[in-house]
């Protein structure tokens, strides 16, 4: 099985800054696209940003020159540097990886359990 561990959600004031971490474990033979979600109180879940296995780059128009997105092939972990944060950045973020367990095998999308990043005005 793989399992996704997000880490470094929390309280800041407007303007503060933010890591989120999240590190894929289990059976992986690759991991391709990596990427952030968020899902605020009565909204659908949004893209924030993804990285692809060869470090291209995509972000929401909303986080674009604020938040920088990254990653660590060799510990399968993906970052996101949250900064200048402000009050509708307040969401439940998810990270989400598209994992080969074997080679040859299908590649599937797996989700992490979700981590509470709130900003206050």
């Known amino acids: 099985q793989v399992q996704l561990a997000e880490s470094g959600g929390g309280l800041v004031q407007a303007g503060g800054s933010l890591r989120l971490s999240c590190a894929a474990s289990g059976t992986i033979f690759s991991t391709n696209a990596m990427g952030w979600y968020r899902q605020a109180p009565g909204k659908q879940r949004e893209l924030v940003a993804t990285?692809?296995?060869?470090?291209?780059?995509n972000y929401a128009d909303s986080v674009k020159g604020r938040f920088t997105i990254s990653r660590d092939n060799a510990k399968n972990t993906v970052y996101l540097q949250m900064n200048s944060l402000k009050p509708e950045d307040t969401a439940v973020y998810y990270c989400?990886?598209?994992?080969?367990?074997?080679?040859?095998?299908?590649?599937?999308?797996?989700w992490g359990q979700g981590t509470q990043v709130t900003v206050s005005s």
């Open positions: 990285i692809n296995s060869g470090g291209m780059l």
């Open positions: 989400n990886a598209n994992v080969r367990k074997y080679y040859g095998g299908g590649s599937y999308v797996y």
